[in-house]
Protein backbone atom coordinates (compact mmCIF):
# COMPACT_ATOMS: atom_id res chain seq x y z
CA UNK A 1 0.00 0.00 0.00
CA UNK A 2 1.08 3.56 -0.63
CA UNK A 3 1.36 5.42 2.42
CA UNK A 4 -0.76 8.96 3.56
CA UNK A 5 2.95 10.71 2.75
CA UNK A 6 3.19 9.61 -0.90
CA UNK A 7 0.17 10.30 -1.79
CA UNK A 8 -0.19 13.53 -0.19
CA UNK A 9 3.61 14.18 -1.77
CA UNK A 10 1.94 13.25 -5.07
CA UNK A 11 -1.25 15.38 -4.84
CA UNK A 12 1.35 18.24 -4.03
CA UNK A 13 3.29 17.46 -6.88
CA UNK A 14 0.12 17.68 -9.68
CA UNK A 15 -0.94 20.86 -7.90
CA UNK A 16 2.07 22.61 -8.14
CA UNK A 17 2.57 21.60 -11.32
CA UNK A 18 -0.93 23.10 -12.61
CA UNK A 19 -0.12 26.24 -10.78
CA UNK A 20 2.96 26.28 -12.72
CA UNK A 21 0.70 25.96 -16.36
CA UNK A 22 -1.69 28.87 -15.14
CA UNK A 23 0.86 30.97 -14.17
CA UNK A 24 2.84 30.89 -18.09
CA UNK A 25 -0.81 30.96 -19.36
CA UNK A 26 -0.90 34.06 -17.76
CA UNK A 27 2.55 35.34 -18.60
CA UNK A 28 2.40 34.68 -22.23
CA UNK A 29 -0.86 36.19 -22.38
CA UNK A 30 -3.03 33.00 -22.77
CA UNK A 31 -0.93 31.69 -25.88
CA UNK A 32 2.19 29.22 -25.09
CA UNK A 33 2.50 28.57 -28.20
CA UNK A 34 2.89 32.02 -29.91
CA UNK A 35 5.96 32.22 -29.24
CA UNK A 36 7.06 28.90 -30.86
CA UNK A 37 5.39 29.47 -33.82
CA UNK A 38 6.70 33.12 -34.39
CA UNK A 39 10.36 32.18 -33.99
CA UNK A 40 9.46 29.42 -36.62
CA UNK A 41 8.28 31.63 -38.78
CA UNK A 42 10.90 34.00 -38.66
CA UNK A 43 13.78 31.65 -39.79
CA UNK A 44 11.75 30.89 -43.24
CA UNK A 45 11.82 32.45 -46.10
CA UNK A 46 8.67 34.41 -47.72
CA UNK A 47 6.54 32.46 -49.71
CA UNK A 48 6.28 32.44 -53.43
CA UNK A 49 3.62 33.48 -55.23
CA UNK A 50 3.63 30.76 -58.21
CA UNK A 51 2.31 32.74 -61.53
CA UNK A 52 0.11 31.21 -64.16
CA UNK A 53 -1.48 32.78 -67.31
CA UNK A 54 -4.53 31.39 -67.81
CA UNK A 55 -7.13 29.39 -65.76
CA UNK A 56 -6.88 26.53 -67.39
CA UNK A 57 -3.78 25.84 -65.99
CA UNK A 58 -5.27 24.93 -62.72
CA UNK A 59 -6.13 21.66 -64.04
CA UNK A 60 -3.60 19.47 -62.03
CA UNK A 61 -5.56 20.47 -58.96
CA UNK A 62 -7.39 18.21 -56.85
CA UNK A 63 -11.72 17.92 -57.06
CA UNK A 64 -13.72 20.55 -55.31
CA UNK A 65 -14.15 23.88 -55.22
CA UNK A 66 -12.25 27.15 -56.10
CA UNK A 67 -12.69 30.86 -55.97
CA UNK A 68 -10.13 33.65 -57.42
CA UNK A 69 -9.74 37.15 -55.69
CA UNK A 70 -8.28 39.89 -57.41
CA UNK A 71 -6.51 36.77 -59.64
CA UNK A 72 -5.28 34.95 -56.40
CA UNK A 73 -6.54 31.47 -56.34
CA UNK A 74 -8.53 29.83 -52.76
CA UNK A 75 -9.35 26.37 -52.12
CA UNK A 76 -13.03 26.39 -50.50
CA UNK A 77 -12.51 23.63 -48.15
CA UNK A 78 -16.28 25.00 -46.38
CA UNK A 79 -17.77 27.66 -48.15
CA UNK A 80 -16.88 29.82 -45.20
CA UNK A 81 -13.26 28.85 -45.13
CA UNK A 82 -10.94 30.11 -47.84
CA UNK A 83 -7.54 28.63 -48.07
CA UNK A 84 -5.02 30.47 -49.85
CA UNK A 85 -3.02 28.56 -52.23
CA UNK A 86 -0.32 31.18 -53.20
CA UNK A 87 -0.93 30.78 -57.04
CA UNK A 88 -2.00 34.37 -59.02
CA UNK A 89 -3.70 34.15 -62.37
CA UNK A 90 -2.06 36.99 -64.90
CA UNK A 91 -4.64 37.13 -66.99
CA UNK A 92 -8.21 35.86 -65.47
CA UNK A 93 -11.06 36.60 -67.64
CA UNK A 94 -12.77 37.67 -64.84
CA UNK A 95 -10.79 38.58 -61.31
CA UNK A 96 -13.31 37.78 -59.18
CA UNK A 97 -15.20 34.19 -59.65
CA UNK A 98 -15.92 30.58 -58.89
CA UNK A 99 -15.02 27.57 -60.50
CA UNK A 100 -15.36 23.43 -60.16
CA UNK A 101 -12.65 21.29 -60.33
CA UNK A 102 -14.02 17.45 -61.17
CA UNK A 103 -12.30 14.31 -60.41
CA UNK A 104 -10.95 13.96 -64.12
CA UNK A 105 -9.34 17.55 -63.89
CA UNK A 106 -11.62 19.69 -66.36
CA UNK A 107 -12.88 22.68 -65.10
CA UNK A 108 -15.93 24.24 -65.18
CA UNK A 109 -16.98 27.90 -65.07
CA UNK A 110 -20.07 27.87 -66.80
CA UNK A 111 -23.55 28.33 -64.75
CA UNK A 112 -21.75 29.50 -61.75
CA UNK A 113 -22.21 32.90 -61.08
CA UNK A 114 -19.14 36.04 -61.25
CA UNK A 115 -18.37 37.66 -57.76
CA UNK A 116 -16.79 40.89 -59.48
Not at 6 to 27: E, H, N, P, Q, R
Not at 55 to 81: A, M, P
Not at 86 to 91: D, E, G, R, S
Not at 99 to 107: L, R, Y
Amino acid sequence: MISKKAKMASFIAVISLLILILAGTVYYENSITAMAVKENFANEPSIQIKEISSINELSQLNEGWYEVRNGHVLYLEHFDTAIPLYIKINNPPNLNMLFVVDNNGNININGIKNLG
